[in-house]
């Protein structure tokens, strides 16, 4: 089954249209645009008949069955649009689907927004019912994370014929990971701005805004990492957002138990077969691997008592700010001091 950007839908559909899309992720901005393109694409294409639909639990599929069966005599080709929000299509939901493969042909094309789909939902049976009638396309709409942002960045500013210099490009990524929509909004501000399509650091400063979005696993990961700006940075944006303290708590209880369990065992069982055991993901395993090179046994158990003492003192009084604790955690786990500024002493970010 083939997969794509959206970034890489407009050259895909000129030459090479499919009869069935499902725009995969959890970024509402990729998913709305690569709606766009494959909607007006559709349109210039003869596909006038319309149909779109928010899928629930009280959808009357039997809509979608006629619409499929009906004939025109002014057009043929039709477009169907089914909406599941974040969410993958339930049982029943999969059930109507492989019913609707069955009526599928080259005049129809449909389209699918589902939340994001792993492995084993692509070889269910719904998805291959669609394969089997139409030539099915994935479209990964999942934002980009820290590592995929500046490559995103900078192909949708070249699209835009901005030159963005390599520091400007690492301020954006620092204050806009995680919130396209904004980030997308300024590089449209700044081409107004700067009609010369020049980006340079200066430039770029003047506009900024701290609009990054983080959820606590993104602090998890960088605490693993050892990246003591960058958790600082997400701490600041989790609080500015009135995360719930114990989620939070929870979340890095549970990252710092199950280091402290790796740690210990792996003094008679090797990593991969640790990790296997823990059905630990591929992607987080080098996370995981360079906390426990980077920490002691020590160390991880006084990180673990401090998100006990900050689990009592939230219970004892919830009024009290745990903030400055929160801080001491991470000066703990990654082995640094906390920064005065975001910035580094190069003039880098630590993204």
């Given at each position: 089954m083939t997969r794509l950007y959206p970034e890489q839908l407009l050259a895909h559909?000129?030459?090479?249209?499919?009869?069935?899309?499902?725009?995969?992720?959890n970024d509402a901005l990729l998913q709305q645009e690569s709606k766009e393109y494959l909607h007006s694409n559709a349109i210039a294409q003869g596909f006038e008949e319309q149909l779109v639909i928010t899928v629930d639990s009280h959808m009357e599929w039997s809509t979608v069955f006629n619409f499929?069966?009906?004939?025109?005599?002014?057009?043929?080709?039709?477009?169907?649009?089914?909406?599941?929000?974040?969410?993958?299509?339930?049982?029943?939901?999969?059930?109507?689907?492989i019913k609707l493969s069955a009526l599928l042909h080259s005049d129809?094309?449909?389209?699918?927004?589902?939340?994001?789909?792993?492995?084993?939902?692509?070889?269910s049976l719904w998805i291959k019912s669609l394969k089997t009638t139409s030539n099915v396309a994935v479209v990964i709409c999942q934002t980009p994370d820290q590592e995929q942002l500046p490559r995103w960045l900078s192909t949708r500013a070249n699209a835009m014929s901005l030159n963005l210099e390599k520091d400007a490009l690492q301020l954006l990524c620092f204050y806009y990971e995680g919130n396209l929509l904004a980030l997308t909004q300024l590089l449209s501000l700044l081409s107004l701005l700067y009609p010369d399509g020049q980006l340079t650091y200066p430039r770029v400063e003047q506009s900024v805004n701290d609009a990054a979005r983080f959820t606590v696993y993104h602090l998890a990961d960088s605490l693993?990492?050892?990246?003591?700006?960058?958790?600082?940075?997400?701490?600041?944006?989790?609080?500015?957002?009135?995360?719930?303290?114990?989620?939070?708590?929870r979340v890095l209880q549970k990252e710092l138990i199950q280091l402290l369990d790796m740690k210990l065992m792996s003094h008679h069982s090797s990593l991969k077969i640790l990790f296997d055991q823990k059905k630990i993901w591929q992607s987080r395993r080098s996370l995981i691997t360079q906390a426990l090179h980077r920490l002691s046994v020590q160390q991880i158990t006084q990180a673990i008592s401090l998100l006990a003492h900050i689990e009592l003192?939230?219970?004892q009084d919830y009024s009290?700010?745990?903030?400055?604790?929160?801080?001491?955690?991470?000066?703990?786990?990654?082995?640094?001091?906390?920064?005065?500024?975001?910035?580094?002493?190069?003039?880098?970010?630590?993204?």
């Open positions: 559909i000129k030459h090479d249209m499919r009869g069935c899309y499902i725009l995969s992720g499929c069966q009906e004939l025109n005599l002014f057009s043929t080709k039709k477009f169907i649009f089914l909406d599941f929000g974040d969410g993958i299509p339930t049982n029943a939901q999969a059930e109507s689907l129809i094309l449909l389209l699918l927004k589902t939340g994001r789909l792993t492995l084993q939902h692509e070889n693993l990492a050892g990246k003591n700006k960058r958790s600082w940075h997400i701490l600041q944006q989790l609080r500015n957002e009135d995360i719930e303290v114990l989620i939070l708590l003192k939230v219970k009290q700010s745990v903030w400055s604790e929160f801080e001491d955690l991470i000066m703990m786990i990654c082995g640094k001091h906390l920064p005065y500024s975001l910035e580094s002493s190069d003039g880098t970010f630590d993204v």
